[in-house]
């Protein structure tokens, strides 16, 4: 872990043990990390999400037999898009803290299912809102996306970089979820943190991302797509740096003002970029994977596709200064780890 400053060793030393933690999609590749972690901590977790077949639900499955071995552990399966139906699991459980991540996630996708995004991030989202307005929790997290700053080629990425030109619909409402979480904020007095991840890859992950799908193509002797040329860079973030993030986040909530409606919303909506601040071109990637699983790729150069950005680029230096982080893990030592997750779960030989 990276070394923290002396005020946050101080909230740290007050720990998750024995706080009540509800996470919405808890079967998802963040979800299920974080669950993990917050239960090794001693916290008491109520998982939820409604098992999509947006990719392969035997994944998920297969992700939450592992936090069932937990005593702490629930995980009920709910669309909280269905009005009410949040709202009824969170008053019942009465987390001390939120952290919300379902969504529909994606951004080709986007332009096949747009109504799907519509119902998760839109209708879902408000319905988490809600339910914090009706019973008030000591923080709500929920994950933001890097896609928010579309086709800026101003880098490194900074929170208050003009964010008004998303590049697909699930953009969008991501970025429709801060401008909510912060009129929410403002209204209600509740205290919001929204982080905009970057490209979040590691063991348990998604199949429908790229790291996964070259690894996948790699071991199928399938030829890889290679789009704009390769002239596409990323800023990889490994799984176990958001966990840290929000773990360490939980501990330290946003400042409240004493009466509602009368906060500094900025004092009490928060807004972060977790990434690793170092983005890697796609070919960069793919040379790491070759050499992981010993095996040649097959590439073929393909255009761009509408909705993608060229580059995506964090500047942490505001997470850095709330809650000390800094990313540990390379993009060689991440996808050293995936490969030889995905080696096992598929019962492939090293
Ligand atoms: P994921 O798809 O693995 O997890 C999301 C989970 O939410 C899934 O298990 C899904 O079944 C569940 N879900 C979707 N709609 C739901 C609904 N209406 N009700 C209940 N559950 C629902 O995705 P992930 O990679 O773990 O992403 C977690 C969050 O982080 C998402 O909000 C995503 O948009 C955001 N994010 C992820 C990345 C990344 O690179 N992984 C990057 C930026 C932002």
New binding site residues.
Partial sequence: TSAAGPDQDQDQDRGLAGTRVLV?????????HLSQRLLLEGAEVLG?????S??D?SL?RARVAALLDHPLCRVVE?????PGA?AKAWSAFRPDHVV???????VRYSLRDPR?YE???LA?FLEVLEAARAHPVSQLI??????VYGASTRVPFREDDPVDRPSSL?AAT?RANELMAHTYAHLFNLPLTGL??????GPW??P??AYWGFTEALHAGREIQVFNHGQVWRDY?Y?DEIVEAIARLLRCPPQRADEPGRVVPEASHRLFNIGNDTPVAVGEMIDILERETGLQALRRNVPMQPGDVVRTWADVSALRAAVGFAPQVSLATGLQRFVQWYREYHRLSP
């Fill in positions: 919405t999609g808890a079967a998802g590749f963040v979800g299920a939820l999400d409604s098992f999509n947006y990719y639900p998920k709910t669309d909280l898009a269905e949040l919300h991540l379902a969504a529909q996630a994606g799907a119902r998760a991030n879902g929920y994950a933001s996306s890097s896609s699930y991501k905009r991840f970057f490209t979040v890859y992950g998604r429908d991302m973030t799984v």
